[in-house]
């Protein structure tokens, strides 16, 4: 499960839907019993489940640094359905995204470009692995698990 806690949930969420076109599964907003924001949403990304919770929700009892002010800690690698990383990465600087990398050809891929969402978490956008590179890769054979055996 991946959490991004973020100062506004639902700019997060709609920046991500405008930009990549992630499926909004979720979105609830509240006041708790101390008048306070608890906002939440959750984001469906390619069969991976993304929630978003509001930094004041839990971020004073988990010590969390505040989105924005802290160096960047991970980075969520997508890959575009058309593999058209830069249409993508256009599409992403159009609605609020800052580049942080042009797309360009690397040894693995036809195309990578990144960029910073208004959270400052970077997406790396992956285009067409290079057929050479997917052939160099060694395959290793992982056997099931003792519970998966037949």
């Known amino acids: 499960m991946l959490v991004i806690y973020v100062n506004n949930v639902k700019a997060t969420m709609e920046f991500y839907e405008k930009a990549f076109g992630w499926l909004k599964m979720v979105y609830k ?27 004041s929700t839990v971020g004073h009892e988990l010590n969390l640094p505040v989105p924005g002010q802290c160096p960047q800690a991970f980075s969520i690698g997508w890959s575009p359905k058309d593999k058209n990383v830069k249409a993508a990465f256009e599409k992403a600087l159009s609605v609020g995204a800052t580049a942080v990398k042009t797309p360009a050809p690397t040894p693995w891929s036809e195309s990578v470009a990144i960029v910073s969402d208004p959270n400052n978490i970077t997406i790396v956008m992956i285009g067409k692995e290079k057929q050479e590179y997917n052939k160099s890769l060694q395959v290793y054979y992982m056997p099931p698990m003792p519970n998966e055996q037949k």
């Open 29 to 55: 907003d509240k006041k708790d019993e101390f008048g306070d924001v608890d906002s939440y949403g959750a984001m469906m990304v390619d069969g991976c489940v993304i929630n978003i919770v509001n930094i």
